[in-house]
């Protein structure tokens, strides 16, 4: 079991340009979640899916972002026209379990929007 | 929706000392709650969960806490020690929807 995978580890990107972040989840597990992680706002639930259904995307800043599961072994978010104020951690989750709802977290990606 | 308090953002703590992280929620349809420890520059990991019909687990080192009637949860290090140097993150979760809420978390700091 390699747990979470998130790919890249880290990523610089310039102002406007835009970047993908991708999540291939444990398998077998139902859900995936994404947060955000900065300093100054903790942890931000942006959006997540079971059984590659979009559940909950309240978190996501709705111009900019967007989320997709095409297939049960991966994820993406991709930020198009990157501000520096996107500059965070992105971390995902998987679940296998709807009820308990443990969440496994992947290292994170590091974005950083020059 | 629900929100999740916790408290304090920061302690520094002395090796042997106690150190007590308490998180508060509002939803009363909370059933499962769990904390997570991140070490520096790593992701988080499972530290204990805690289910309704539980009030105390212990673990190695540290003891949980929950109080459904005032909505409180609390992760208590007992002994503490260098390497519980860490954040540490309280999270709720509702019976009535699969969304993981976090705390804000705080950053515990362990001196010799």
């Known amino acids: 079991n390699a747990g979470v995978i998130q790919t890249p580890r880290h990523k610089v990107t310039g102002k406007g340009q835009e970047a993908t972040l991708w999540c291939e989840p444990i398998?077998?597990?139902?859900?995936v979640f994404w947060y955000r992680q900065t300093i100054v706002q903790g942890l931000e639930f942006l959006t997540y899916?079971?059984?590659?259904?979009?559940?909950?995307d309240s978190g996501m800043p709705k111009e900019r972002f967007s989320a997709q599961m095409p297939n049960q072994s991966h994820s993406t978010l991709k930020i198009q026209s990157t501000q520096p104020q996107d500059s965070a951690v992105y971390l995902c989750?998987?679940?296998?379990?709807?009820?308990?709802?443990?969440?496994?977290f992947g290292a994170g990606t590091r974005l950083s929007v020059l | 929706g629900e929100q999740v308090e916790q408290r304090p953002p920061h302690l520094s703590v002395r090796e042997g000392d106690s150190a007590v992280i308490t998180c508060t929620y509002t939803?009363?349809?909370?059933?499962?709650f769990f904390w997570y420890k991140q070490e520096p520059g790593a992701s988080l990991q499972l530290l204990m969960k805690?289910?309704?019909?539980?009030e105390i687990n212990e673990g190695q080192g540290f003891t949980v806490l929950l109080n459904k009637k005032d909505k409180r949860l609390s992760l208590n290090l007992t002994a503490a020690h260098p390497g519980d140097s860490a954040a540490y993150f309280c999270a709720v979760t509702s019976s009535n929807t699969d969304k993981v809420v976090f705390g804000t978390g705080t950053r515990l700091q362990v001196s010799p």
């Open positions: 899916f079971r059984n590659q259904a979009p559940i909950d």
């Open positions: 398998s077998g597990h139902s859900a």
């Open positions: 939803d009363p349809n909370s059933y499962y």
């Open positions: 805690v289910f309704s019909s539980t």
């Open positions: 989750a998987s679940s296998s379990d709807r009820v308990e709802n443990t969440l496994y």
